[in-house]
């Protein structure tokens, strides 16, 4: 059990795994990354995080240094090499390093990693109790700065929105947009439920199209649940009779907490407990069929 590094696809022990501090993903955050999760030693959903990893690249004009073949080879490899039960598993690619400067074409050398890591996903209460998310300050990057869409290692955004969030004591931080919409958390998808229709943002408010809310779209759907993406004020977060987060890691977690106003009745409420249930049902399947 621990951690382990691949690194160019050498595996590699974390204290040994070196980058140049030319690296541009050092620098500038010059590169794009994914996190995923295993069931049973399954990657969840890797098709889908590759596919991501790839379109990231493609928004910021990089071209990845291998197929997605590799990576994919690479994360079972350093999963297996890890003798995690299950793992984080971490997917980093920068654009490389070589003379100092802004332009991406001085880049040289890309680097690629998987670290695999023991998997800590939140304790038994946030799922049992829920959790108090905060309307930070912070606002989202503009599509057409930096776009939400692309999963890079610029991660101030959410780094100076999680930090607001962390000292008014909530678990996550959600961001607005310049025009005061709701966006998402600073590394999770946000959704509400107002009576029998489950709502979250669409895709151009300028948000990261999340694995995991796409796996709730689908299971919800296939259930004959009503999901609706449609813009969403602070306001209508604060009036739903629930709202939840979703990630990789944390799969779906409940809000109990929007800022100081009560969610609902104040515990998880039975429209989370469905979809909770169609989640684990799908994961126990996804898993099981590709081990
Ligand atoms: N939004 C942001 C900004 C994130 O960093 C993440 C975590 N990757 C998510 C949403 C949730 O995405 P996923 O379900 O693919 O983990």
Do not use: W
């Amino acid at each position: 059990m621990g951690t382990i590094v691949s690194l160019n696809g050498v595996l590699t022990a974390p204290e040994d795994a070196r980058i140049s501090v030319f690296d541009r993903g050092f620098l500038y955050g010059d590169s794009v990354y994914e996190v995923i999760r295993t069931y049973e030693g399954v990657p969840f959903e890797l098709d889908a995080h590759l596919a991501r990893l790839e379109s990231s690249a493609h928004r910021i004009g990089m071209r990845l240094p291998v197929p997605l073949a590799t990576f994919a080879a690479e994360v079972a490899q350093t999963h297996a090499a890890s003798g995690n039960p299950d793992s984080y598993v971490r997917i980093v690619s920068t654009r490389g390093s070589g003379t100092l400067g802004l332009d991406p074409r001085l880049a040289e050398d890309p680097v690629r990693m998987v670290i695999a890591m023991p998997l800590n996903p939140p304790g038994p209460e946030a799922y049992r109790d829920g959790v108090a998310i905060a309307l930070v300050s912070v606002r989202r990057n503009l599509r057409d700065a930096i776009d939400p869409a692309a999963k890079t290692g610029n991660y101030l955004n959410s780094v100076m929105a999680l930090a607001e969030a962390k000292t008014r004591g909530a678990y996550e931080a959600v961001m607005l947009d310049h025009r005061d919409y709701v966006t998402e958390g600073a590394s999770s998808n946000v959704f509400c439920v107002m009576g029998e229709t489950i709502l979250t943002p669409p895709l151009d408010v300028g948000i990261l199209e999340g694995i995991t809310r796409s796996v709730v779209f689908k299971v919800c759907r296939q259930a004959g649940l009503r999901v609706l993406e449609l813009p969403l004020t602070a306001q209508a977060l604060e009036a739903a009779d629930e709202v939840f987060i979703t990630s990789s890691i944390r799969e779906i977690v409940p809000v109990v907490k929007v800022d100081d106003s009560k969610v609902g009745a104040g515990v998880p409420g039975p429209v989370y407990a469905r979809i909770r249930q169609l989640f684990d049902a799908y994961v126990a399947e996804y898993s099981a069929a590709r081990k």
